[in-house]
């Protein structure tokens, strides 16, 4: 059995972690300086040092910004041979806090590629950023997360895709939910809607499920700012050719968005999978 901390317990992720640990018969303790978890089965404790003294492994569900700064704090204190996982979503600025820890302690960098609404590990997708030992920290992260697909790549590289996977999704999807929420008439909206709207406004919804600051952090990524610009640039350029009636130029965009796709992807499956998922959403 083992000793497992969660530090940041309260949050979401933080109890999705200690209820997989706690499912795997291991002894969980949680700490959150900001949100108490009535859970039996966790060890509450009331000071950060306190809640790592004796772990195993101690995995950490802070917010990103802070996550630098809890790293320094309880490093030095761990004992000697204890694994410390981070989760954030941003690297560049975690990877420098735990290349500086002291040695007796084992960092595990990853990203957990899911949320909290997530019933099992299995095939869920695992980043994995190497810190000092790339393939026995990939081993230890598999150990720990059976079943779970793991990529490996380094933060740098990491904070650039992620700019994209998270980034992107998240700023056009939180403006699109601004929008819909404004929507004085929106049960007629939805009654007039087809297939598209509907997926769209259930992905915005449920992004917006997620803490404000988790999204805040998640847009911050200075990466995005590359992806971000050409976004609104592309905008700003088809709308001025649709208002300029340059209906060819808009056309062509089109067809060589369409061109540059088919090379890596089947574009009429994914729309075949895009009705299948609507049917099950709506049974």
């Known amino acids: 059995m083992k000793k497992v901390t969660i ?3 309260g949050g979401q992720m933080g109890q999705w972690f200690a209820k997989y640990f706690i499912e795997n018969g291991d002894e969980v303790t949680g700490f959150d300086s900001e949100k108490k978890v009535s859970n039996k089965n966790i060890k ?11 772990a195993d492994y101690v995995v950490l569900c802070t917010p990103t910004r802070r996550t630098p700064e809890v790293i320094r704090l309880i490093a030095k204190e761990m004992k000697r041979g204890t694994h410390l996982i981070e989760i954030s979503s941003e690297k560049s600025k975690v990877v420098s806090a735990l290349s500086k820890m002291p040695t007796k302690v084992n960092p595990i960098c990853i990203h957990p590629m899911f949320g909290p609404g997530v019933k099992s590990i299995k095939n869920q997708n695992i980043i994995s950023v190497p810190i000092r030992d790339a393939k026995k920290e990939l081993a230890t ?10 990529v490996t790549i380094d ?8 700019a994209v996977i998270l980034g992107l ?3 056009m999807n939180l403006v699109f939910a601004n929008i819909i929420s404004k929507d004085e008439k929106i049960q007629l909206t939805d009654k007039m809607s087809g297939t598209t709207f ?4 259930t992905l915005s919804e449920s992004i917006m499920t997620e803490s404000p600051e988790l999204i ?3 847009i911050a990524n200075p990466e995005i700012r590359r992806v971000a610009e050409e976004l609104w640039k592309d ?3 088809l709308l001025t050719a649709v208002q300029e009636s340059k209906t060819e130029e808009v056309v062509n965009y089109i067809k060589e968005c369409q061109e540059r796709l088919q090379k890596t992807t089947d574009i009429e499956e994914s729309y075949k999978r895009l009705s299948k998922m609507v049917k099950a959403v709506e049974k």
């Open 44 to 54: 509450q404790s009331d000071s950060l040092v306190g809640a790592i003294l004796t």
């Open 7 to 9: 530090v940041g317990v």
């Open 216 to 218: 805040e952090t998640i």
């Open 235 to 237: 905008i700003g350029r």
């Open 169 to 171: 999704t998240h700023l």
């Open 141 to 150: 992260a598999k150990s720990l997360f059976e079943g779970a697909n793991f």
């Open 155 to 162: 933060a740098v590289e990491h904070d650039k895709k992620i």
């Open 198 to 201: 509907r997926v769209q406004k």
